[in-house]
Nanobody
Framework: QVQLVESGGGLVQAGGSLRLSCAAS????????MGWFRQAPGKEREFVAA????????VYADSVKGRFTISRDNAKNTVYLQMNSLKPEDTAVYYC????????????WGQGTQVTVSS
């Protein structure tokens, strides 16, 4: 299965922006739907955003709609999460995941990257 490595996390003030990247190990990346998830301390992992293998459709959690944008570059085997207007409640470890096309079944996960938003 494709291996995933996230990067781009860090510490940012409320209202700031970050762009997360998730690089895949091989070109089979382009056959997977991709998702971003996050897990805050003491909370369960939650869905953030997803994009179809073709990039033709995206979906967002209500909590990030209008602030976050998911995109992908299949030529670079990379998916991105642009995060704007960050809030302290966005603080979490962010994970990317590869899913079987059209199934909502995520079969491969990255190691996560920490995002901390200070107030």
């Amino acid at each position: 299965q494709v291996q995933l490595v996230e990067s781009g996390g860090g510490l940012v003030q409320a209202g700031g922006s970050l762009r997360l990247s998730c690089a895949a190990s091989d070109p089979t990346f382009r056959t997977y739907d991709m998702g971003w998830f996050r897990q805050a301390p003491g909370k369960e992992r939650e869905f953030v955003a997803a994009i179809r293998w073709s990039g033709s459709r995206t979906v967002y959690a209500d909590s990030v709609k209008g602030r976050f944008t998911i995109s992908r570059d299949n030529a670079k085997n990379t998916v991105y999460l642009q995060m704007n207007s960050l809030k302290p409640e966005d603080t979490a470890v962010y994970y990317c995941a590869a899913g079987r096309a059209g199934s909502n079944e995520y079969v491969s996960w990255g190691q996560g990257t920490q995002v901390t938003v200070s107030s």
